[in-house]
């Protein structure tokens, strides 16, 4: 984060808290989201895209079951 880390941290959580309630307890992947949240994918990447930059969540590997 650059400048005023606390401002994007808050402004960031606020804007995206859906998307990281549903990736508390469990990981799960952009169509999970999509599906769940009922939020359309571009706006899924983009909440992902913006907790990875803020260190908020932590991209994983998805293994085949």
């Known amino acids: 984060m650059s400048g005023d880390g606390g401002a994007e941290l808050r402004d960031v959580v606020s804007k995206r808290h859906t998307v990281l309630e549903a990736v508390t307890e469990e990981p799960r992947t952009k169509p999970d989201l999509v599906a769940e949240l009922e939020h359309s994918r571009s706006t ?13 969540i932590e991209p994983t590997e998805v293994t085949g079951g």
């Open 44 to 56: 899924i990447d983009r909440a992902v895209s913006e907790l990875l930059e803020i260190e908020c």
